[in-house]
C-alpha cells in the first residue's frame, strides 16, 4: 500500500508538525499494510520554487501511489482539492484523517452514527458496564455504511459549480490555472456520476 499524504501547507504555520502527526496516525491505523507513506511536507525545493513546482512533484508522487490520506482542512488548500480531484479520477483509495474511507466515490461512514453514539451513552435505558459500552461504541465506528445520496451529490454539485465558475473566469483573463480548475470541476462531475449509481 503507497499512501499519499494531502493536507493544506501554503499558508499553515506549523504544517511540518500536522503532516509528521498525519503520518504517525496513518502508519499507526493502517500498520497491518505497512503502508509506505510519501509526506509532501518534506519536500525541500530552492526558496524561489513556487507553488506550481511544488506541485509538479507533488502529482508525479501522487500518481506513484494507490491511495490518498486527506488530512483535516483539506478542503481549504487548492494543492490537496486538485489532488483529490486527480485520486477521485484515478479511482484511487481515499482515506480521511477522521474516518471516512471512499472508493469508487462510496463514503464509507454510519450516517448519524454520532448522533447514536450520543444516544447510546447518555439516554439507554439499559445500564451498560463501561467496558461493554465501549464496545458497543467501537463496533458502530468500524461498522461500513452509505451516506445520503441526495446530501452527497447537492455538495458534489455545489463543488463542480463553484469550479466551473472559476475556470471560467480564469480562462477569461487568460490564466494557466484555469485547465486545472476544470479539470477539479470534471472530477466532481465524475463523482456525482459514481455516486447517482451507488
Known amino acids: 500500500m503507497k499512501i499519499y499524504l494531502s493536507g493544506p501547507i501554503t499558508g499553515i504555520e506549523n504544517y511540518k508538525e500536522k503532516f509528521a502527526a498525519a503520518e ?18 518534506n519536500i525541500t525545493l530552492p526558496d524561489t520554487a513556487t507553488h506550481e513546482d511544488y506541485m509538479k512533484i507533488c502529482m508525479q508522487k501522487l500518481a506513484d501511489c494507490d491511495t490518498i490520506y486527506l488530512m483535516n482542512g483539506w478542503q481549504e488548500s487548492r494543492g490537496a482539492c486538485r489532488e483529490y480531484g486527480y485520486a477521485l479520477g484515478a479511482r484511487m483509495a481515499i482515506l480521511h484523517q477522521f474516518g471516512v474511507l471512499e472508493h469508487g466515490g462510496r463514503g464509507m ?3 448519524d452514527a454520532d448522533n447514536l453514539k450520543e444516544w447510546i451513552t447518555a439516554h439507554c435505558d439499559i445500564e451498560l458496564e463501561p467496558v461493554i459500552e465501549e464496545l458497543v461504541l467501537r463496533v458502530i465506528d468500524d461498522q461500513p ?9 447537492a455538495r458534489l454539485r455545489e463543488l463542480s459549480d463553484w469550479h466551473h465558475e472559476r475556470a471560467t473566469n480564469l480562462s477569461e483573463r487568460h490564466n494557466n490555472n484555469w485547465a ?8 466532481y462531475d465524475r463523482a456525482i456520476e459514481i455516486v447517482k449509481g451507488a
Do not use: M, Y
Open 180 to 187: 486545472v480548475e476544470g479539470g477539479i470541476a470534471q472530477a
Open 145 to 153: 455504511t452509505a451516506c445520503d445520496i441526495n446530501t452527497a451529490i
Open 109 to 111: 461512514r454510519l450516517i
Open 24 to 41: 504517525k496516525e496513518a502508519r499507526e491505523k493502517l500498520s497491518d499494510w505497512e503502508p509506505e507513506i510519501f509526506n509532501p511536507a
